[in-house]
């Protein structure tokens, strides 16, 4: 029996088309949602009118871009978080749609480098500070982050680990499992002053089309917060209170985001036991 005949031309390049207004309004969606992670989620009235604008096809994610900015250069009195949120938004609808993708270490510092070019003058460039972030969940304690002088070489040993680890073989559940711990150790090193896990949640949704997942992003829409916490979660102990690392919270995010389960998504069930003492007595404790 003869092969079919191949009905194409090999190696014939095809233009990335721009999303279609559904999907267009989706990525809106989760771009905002995304605000959400460090309370930024506060667009202006002219973002909203662009919006759109863009869903409806009547305006392009560069001209989105080029209006923002004259929008801003032209205003007195701007307010950051406004503005961070409007013009993040936007390059973020960009990177989403776009399915170019190269899985190097290079590519956490281009991500961050685009996404943050019109708001911080360190875009792109390595934290040169060791920092740490009081968190709600810990009751303002804090996720140890990589050394400063650490950075570079930590991120390049977890994506070497990456590239040379196959999924080949494994159950649904175990490939959850090692994405999981993965996405939570390049999110541990932090290697940014800002904006780290907004770079890290768009880094995670094309990363996860580029491994073949049909996932889910409205997830990121509905749950950034919570994507947020499950990382803190899966990357804090404090043996004294009897609170261990663990990846429950976030397997469960990503069981909704590429399995499309229906797990319950609750930031207060990431809050340690012990923490809820804790709070629970400062407030009731007798005088």
């Known amino acids: 029996m003869k092969n079919k005949p191949f009905l194409g031309k090999i190696g014939e390049y095809q233009e990335v088309l721009t999303p279609q207004s559904e999907e267009q309004e989706r990525n809106w969606l989760i771009a905002l949602g995304l605000q959400e992670i460090d309370g930024k989620n506060i667009p202006s009235d002219i973002l909203m009118i662009l919006k759109e604008l863009n869903i409806n096809g009547k305006m392009t994610n560069e001209e989105v871009l080029c209006q923002l900015k004259k929008y801003y250069q032209k205003i007195k009195g701007v307010q950051q978080i406004q503005k961070e949120c409007d013009m993040v938004s936007a390059r973020i609808v960009e990177l989403i749609g776009d399915e170019s993708f190269s899985f190097t ?4 510092k281009n991500i961050h480098h685009f996404l943050f070019q019109d708001i911080y003058s360190f875009n792109g460039s390595y934290r040169t500070k060791n920092i740490v972030s009081n968190e709600n969940i810990l009751n303002g304690d804090h996720v140890v982050f990589t050394p400063c002088y650490e950075i570079e070489a930590t991120l390049a040993y977890e994506f070497d680990m990456e590239s040379n680890f196959s999924y080949a073989g494994l159950t649904v559940d175990q490939k959850i499992k090692h994405f999981a711990t993965f996405i ?39 749950h950034a917060l919570y994507f947020r916490n499950a990382l803190v979660r899966s990357q804090y102990s404090n043996v004294r209170k009897g609170i261990y690392q663990t990846d429950d919270g976030l397997i469960k995010f990503f069981e909704n985001l590429m ?4 797990n319950v998504l609750d930031n207060d069930d990431l809050i340690p036991n012990s923490i809820y003492e804790e709070v629970y007595n400062k407030a009731y404790k007798k005088k």
């Open 105 to 108: 270490p290079i590519i956490i």
């Open 184 to 222: 939570s150790n390049v999110w541990q090193i932090h290697p940014f002053m800002e904006g780290n896990t907004r770079t890290i949640a768009v880094f995670t949704q094309k990363y996860l089309r580029y491994l073949g997942f049909d996932v889910n992003n409205d997830i990121f829409k509905e």
């Open 259 to 262: 399995l499309g389960k229906k």
